[in-house]
């Protein structure tokens, strides 16, 4: 099964969890694993970055 990310419209093969979880919920949107550590870098950076302010 291929899948096609929402984000870089690029196509890969998710792990066989996930291919059971899509199988099951087709509507569920998909991101590549790229973009899912890119998003949780930046989401861990601005927690970094909220968390040194508020000290």
């Known amino acids: 099964?291929?899948?096609i990310c929402i984000l870089c419209e690029q196509?890969?093969?998710p792990d066989k969890w996930t291919e059971k979880k899509i199988k099951k919920h087709?509507?569920?949107i998909q991101i590549c694993?790229?973009?899912?550590?890119r998003i949780k870098q930046k989401t861990l950076e601005r927690q970094e970055k909220k968390m040194?302010?508020?000290q």
């Open 1 to 3: 099964m291929r899948v």
């Open 11 to 13: 196509s890969f093969k």
């Open 26 to 28: 087709p509507h569920l």
């Open 33 to 37: 694993p790229d973009c899912h550590e």
């Open 52 to 54: 040194n302010i508020n």
